[in-house]
């Protein structure tokens, strides 16, 4: 996995870089705005971790910059600024997640790795696979010319499936992103709300999407297996 940090406080950013080799990762360092930037644009990275208080290019406008030509890689702010409006604000030029300074090395790297392990992220408002359509803005599902009705719960399983696609997603991952809490592994509550999506996405079509990886988890897939 290979991070890319911005970040113009020598000793801050010394600190965090130990931490994340010593984790494994592969970490660049940039100062400034536009020497990141340049960096973003040149490397695929799995992650940026990026602070708002940049000389050259400012945080927020390095996030615009980046979010218009890749919606994809996991961007985890760092800032001072603790408001309800700044966060708000964060989330919609398109940060994933925020941690505010001063932070414990520990609670980073527990974010760091949510980020990781979700993925990239699509941002489209439509997502699609095989004749399945999710419309983010309306929240509306239809497969061909079916429209699906679905929970909030069932809508938030659907969408993280259809953002990736062909990847298999375990059920400790779907409950931590669908649930957003950790139950203690015994809990059926994934397999319960597959049927039940299932039997709305699938039942009545030839070809099934949702398709089970026995022993590991889920996944959704358009095509036919060969």
Do not use: C
């Amino acid at each position: 996995m290979r991070i890319l940090m911005l970040e113009d406080e020598p000793k801050l950013s010394a600190f965090v870089k130990r931490g994340l080799v010593a984790e494994r990762y592969a970490v660049d360092v940039i100062s400034d705005g536009l020497g990141g930037l340049e960096y973003a644009e040149t490397f695929p990275y799995d992650l940026i971790i990026l602070d708002l208080m940049l000389p050259g290019l400012s945080g927020e406008e390095f996030l615009m910059r980046v979010r218009r030509r890749n919606s994809f890689v996991p961007v985890l702010v760092l800032t001072a600024r603790d408001t309800v409006q700044e966060k708000v604000k964060l989330f919609d030029l398109g940060a994933d997640d925020y941690l505010t300074k001063p932070f414990a090395f520990a609670e980073l790297m527990v974010r760091v790795k949510a980020l990781l392990r979700r993925g990239p992220v699509n941002r489209s408002s439509t997502l699609r696979v095989g004749d399945l359509e999710l419309d983010r803005l309306t929240q509306q599902v239809k497969r061909g010319s079916r429209r699906i009705d679905l929970t909030a719960k069932e809508y938030s399983l659907l969408e993280y499936l259809m953002q990736n696609p062909e990847r298999v997603l375990s059920r400790n991952m779907i409950i931590e992103h669908v649930w957003d809490q950790s139950f203690d592994g015994i809990t059926n509550i994934v397999d319960v709300y597959v049927r039940h999506l299932r039997s709305k996405v699938d039942d009545g079509f030839n070809l099934k999407l949702i398709r089970t990886i026995r022993g590991t988890g889920y996944m959704i897939r358009g095509t036919q297996e060969a």
